[in-house]
């Protein structure tokens, strides 16, 4: 309300200052001619240097106004926008269109403020525009219709390349997105020493001006179009103006209009087509915007992922029955997983194995309803997942993927975002942290579990891989759910790291399922039982020693993992001699 009180204000400005400079010239030329009182036009002068003043004001209090009301705006949109990613399925996000579509409406929060302070100073610009021309009416009706010819076709072309500016950032989004992907590669911590030792640099840099180039070409022929286009608008203007000026030397000349008046219409005039130009710009950038919050509604609209709405609540996991599960990603056009039968019943730990893609990372996003499948292929309590309450469903669920989190938090944030309403029970987060053997090391940190992780942030401690994944791991354990999900949990732990937490983890969790991936067989052999799947199919299923019994896939696996151990020369040169063999079937 007061920057739109602001803006009438400064709407009417510019007419009371040339009114106040027609008042002042007639009465200067009468001062001059007539010797007359000279306090009237020294009064007029003292009015426009207070105009000038009141004028400068309001200019700085809508400022400042405008900044509150940016704010409050950008508060608001980024809230509401990462809420709605917050609610967003979780495909959604393996989608590339999804990310451009992203970049585009993240901008929006700057462009729905833009849009409210463009359209108070359109509004503004309008009463100054409307007002003028209601003065120059006065004087003589043909302005009117000098500044309609000229004005319509600026506004056409302001508004077409509204449009186009629109339509070639839809064309760049993801043509900038690589081009950062591009430029961060070179400064990213995770990839830099890569990049260093493999030489990349020069390589990337290249492929980052490539696309640099491109992004600007686009962006520059459209601005030489725009500017050319723009310039016969700019002619249109001057023609106006210049007859506009011939009009008002006739007019004087009949002796319908004093000196004053004159130098009023030609102000009237420049001001009406400064404001003219103005508008039809900031109607083409409205125009513009408004594509872009066209963006933003269908972001908004986008469906959601129903949580919490679902009629079954989960208290506790009893077992989960997995019944023919197949599973096809959108992009693909096979199914990635196929007929997948699995009975998880409470305190049951099983082992999933097989070789890389064969599905098992897949199925256990299946599993915690990350993905949605057909109804009936994984019942949780005897219901089907569609029905059953997923947030309830997930809080009984502790997952460790493969490519955890690493939380640039403390230490006690780090465990605690297991159980975030528990985030301050420091004694269950350090006992979770013994569980994975990482509280010694935790509690050496100079301000111990309130020690900051990771080295983005200064005064941060890094922590080795494996570091980081017990630490990963402890915040699975905090969880205290009935399910525990490990994809891979002890890549990166030492052989005595992981013989200790995968030992501890099956002791304390007698009443805790415990659904784990893992490339190393002898973790498996401690599960109740052992699935090894291919080719998203489960191809055996069964106890460790029944498995080995069959002589079948998990035999091979497990039998040529154990020769590792027992004599890992005899198996590297039956392995090259494989080669060897199967090179020689190639060649033949
Ligand atoms: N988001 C995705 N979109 C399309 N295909 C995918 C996606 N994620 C995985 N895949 C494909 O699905 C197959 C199974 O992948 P998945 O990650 O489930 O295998 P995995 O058994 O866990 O492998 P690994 O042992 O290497 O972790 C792979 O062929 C992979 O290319």
Same mark, same amino acid.
């Given at each position: 309300?007061?920057?739109?009180?602001?803006?009438?204000?400064?709407?009417?400005?510019?007419?009371?200052?040339?009114?106040?400079?027609?008042?002042?010239?007639?009465?200067?030329?009468?001062?001059?001619?007539?010797?007359?009182?000279?306090?009237?036009?020294?009064?007029?002068?003292?009015?426009?240097?207070?105009?000038?003043?009141?004028?400068?004001?309001?200019?700085?209090?809508?400022?400042?106004?405008?900044?509150?009301?940016?704010?409050?705006?950008?508060?608001?949109?980024?809230?509401?926008?990462?809420?709605?990613?917050?609610?967003?399925?979780?495909?959604?996000?393996?989608?590339?269109?999804?990310?451009?579509?992203?970049?585009?409406?993240?901008?929006?929060?700057?462009?729905?403020?833009?849009?409210?302070?463009?359209?108070?100073?359109?509004?503004?610009?309008?009463?100054?525009?409307?007002?003028?021309?209601?003065?120059?009416?006065?004087?003589?009706?043909?302005?009117?219709?000098?500044?309609?010819?000229?004005?319509?076709?600026?506004?056409?072309?302001?508004?077409?390349?509204?449009?186009?500016?629109?339509?070639?950032?839809?064309?760049?989004?993801?043509?900038?997105?690589?081009?950062?992907?591009?430029?961060?590669?070179?400064?990213?911590?995770?990839?830099?020493?890569?990049?260093?030792?493999?030489?990349?640099?020069?390589?990337?840099?290249?492929?980052?001006?490539?696309?640099?180039?491109?992004?600007?070409?686009?962006?520059?022929?459209?601005?030489?179009?725009?500017?050319?286009?723009?310039?016969?608008?700019?002619?249109?203007?001057?023609?106006?103006?210049?007859?506009?000026?011939?009009?008002?030397?006739?007019?004087?000349?009949?002796?319908?209009?004093?000196?004053?008046?004159?130098?009023?219409?030609?102000?009237?005039?420049?001001?009406?087509?400064?404001?003219?130009?103005?508008?039809?710009?900031?109607?083409?950038?409205?125009?513009?915007?408004?594509?872009?919050?066209?963006?933003?509604?269908?972001?908004?609209?986008?469906?959601?992922?129903?949580?919490?709405?679902?009629?079954?609540?989960?208290?506790?996991?009893?077992?989960?029955?997995?019944?023919?599960?197949?599973?096809?990603?959108?992009?693909?056009?096979?199914?990635?997983?196929?007929?997948?039968?699995?009975?998880?019943?409470?305190?049951?730990?099983?082992?999933?194995?097989?070789?890389?893609?064969?599905?098992?990372?897949?199925?256990?996003?299946?599993?915690?309803?990350?993905?949605?499948?057909?109804?009936?292929?994984?019942?949780?309590?005897?219901?089907?997942?569609?029905?059953?309450?997923?947030?309830?469903?997930?809080?009984?669920?502790?997952?460790?993927?493969?490519?955890?989190?690493?939380?640039?938090?403390?230490?006690?944030?780090?465990?605690?975002?297991?159980?975030?309403?528990?985030?301050?029970?420091?004694?269950?987060?350090?006992?979770? #942290?013994?569980?994975?053997?990482?509280?010694?090391? &935790?509690?050496? =940190? !100079? +301000?111990?579990?309130?020690? %900051?992780?990771? $080295? *983005?942030?200064?005064?941060?401690?890094?922590?080795?891989?494996?570091?980081?994944?017990?630490?990963?791991? #402890?915040?699975?354990?905090?969880?205290?759910?009935? &399910?525990?999900? =490990? !994809? +891979?949990?002890?890549?990166? %732990?030492?052989? $005595? *790291?992981?013989?200790?937490?995968?030992?501890?983890?099956?002791?304390?969790?007698?009443?805790?399922?415990?659904?784990?991936?893992?490339?190393?067989?002898?973790?498996?052999?401690?599960? !109740? +039982?052992?699935?090894?799947?291919?080719?998203? $199919?489960?191809?055996?299923?069964?106890?460790?020693?029944?498995?080995?019994?069959?002589?079948?896939?998990?035999?091979?696996?497990?039998?040529?993992?154990?020769?590792?151990?027992?004599?890992?020369? +005899?198996?590297?040169?039956?392995?090259?001699?494989?080669?060897?063999?199967?090179?020689?079937?190639?060649?033949?």
């Amino acid at each position: 309300m007061l920057s739109l009180t602001f803006r009438v204000l400064l709407g009417i400005l510019p007419l009371t200052s040339i009114w106040l400079t027609n008042l002042l010239v007639n009465e200067v030329v009468s001062v001059i001619q007539n010797q007359t009182d000279i306090r009237f036009a020294l009064y007029l002068l003292l009015g426009q240097l207070v105009l000038f003043g009141v004028g400068y004001l309001i200019g700085q209090v809508a400022k400042i106004n405008d900044q509150h009301l940016d704010n409050l705006v950008n508060f608001y949109m980024t809230h509401t926008l990462l809420k709605k990613v917050d609610r967003l399925p979780y495909l959604t996000f393996e989608n590339p269109i999804f990310y451009d579509k992203y970049q585009r409406v993240s901008n929006s929060s700057s462009n729905v403020m833009s849009i409210v302070q463009e359209v108070l100073s359109l509004g503004s610009s309008l009463i100054t525009i409307f007002s003028l021309i209601g003065y120059l009416f006065s004087i003589h009706w043909s302005f009117i219709v000098l500044l309609l010819i000229t004005t319509i076709p600026i506004l056409m072309i302001d508004v077409k390349f509204g449009g186009m500016r629109y339509q070639l950032l839809r064309f760049l989004t993801p043509m900038g997105r690589r081009e950062s992907y591009v430029s961060n590669l070179l400064n990213n911590k995770f990839t830099f020493k890569e990049v260093r030792l493999y030489g990349l640099a020069p390589f990337l840099i290249g492929e980052w001006a490539k696309l640099f180039r491109i992004n600007a070409s686009e962006q520059m022929n459209l601005m030489k179009r725009e500017v050319r286009w723009s310039s016969i608008g700019e002619v249109l203007l001057l023609i106006a103006y210049s007859a506009s000026g011939v009009i008002t030397l006739l007019l004087g000349m009949q002796g319908r209009i004093r000196v004053g008046d004159f130098i009023a219409v030609l102000q009237a005039m420049e001001n009406v087509q400064k404001g003219l130009s103005n508008s039809t710009s900031t109607i083409s950038r409205l125009y513009e915007k408004s594509l872009n919050i066209q963006d933003l509604k269908e972001f908004l609209q986008a469906e959601e992922q129903v949580v919490g709405k679902q009629e079954a609540q989960v208290q506790r996991i009893d077992s989960i029955v997995v019944d023919q599960l197949c599973f096809r990603y959108p992009n693909q056009e096979h199914a990635v997983i196929q007929d997948i039968d699995l009975h998880i019943t409470a305190g049951k730990k099983i082992a999933i194995v097989g070789e890389n893609g064969s599905g098992k990372t897949t199925l256990i996003k299946c599993l915690t309803g990350l993905y949605n499948t057909e109804p009936q292929m994984i019942q949780v309590n005897g219901e089907p997942l569609q029905v059953v309450d997923r947030r309830s469903y997930q809080d009984r669920i502790a997952v460790l993927f493969q490519d955890y989190a690493k939380y640039e938090f403390s230490a006690r944030y780090n465990i605690g975002f297991g159980r975030v309403e528990d985030v301050d029970n420091l004694v269950g987060i350090q006992h979770a #942290a013994a569980q994975t053997n990482i509280h010694d090391y &935790l509690d050496s =940190l !100079d +301000e111990k579990y309130e020690s %900051l992780l990771g $080295r *983005s942030f200064d005064g941060g401690n890094e922590l080795s891989l494996g570091q980081w994944q017990k630490v990963a791991l #402890a915040r699975t354990v905090f969880r205290n759910s009935d &399910l525990i999900i =490990l !994809d +891979e949990p002890t890549a990166a %732990l030492d052989p $005595r *790291s992981e013989v200790e937490i995968i030992d501890n983890l099956f002791r304390l969790a007698t009443n805790q399922s415990i659904l784990f991936i893992t490339h190393r067989l002898g973790a498996a052999s401690l599960a !109740d +039982e052992v699935v090894v799947m291919k080719n998203g $199919r489960i191809v055996e299923q069964g106890t460790h020693a029944q498995l080995l019994t069959l002589d079948g896939e998990y035999a091979k696996l497990y039998n040529s993992q154990a020769k590792w151990y027992n004599n890992p020369q +005899e198996t590297a040169q039956e392995q090259e001699s494989d080669h060897y063999e199967q090179e020689e079937e190639v060649l033949t």
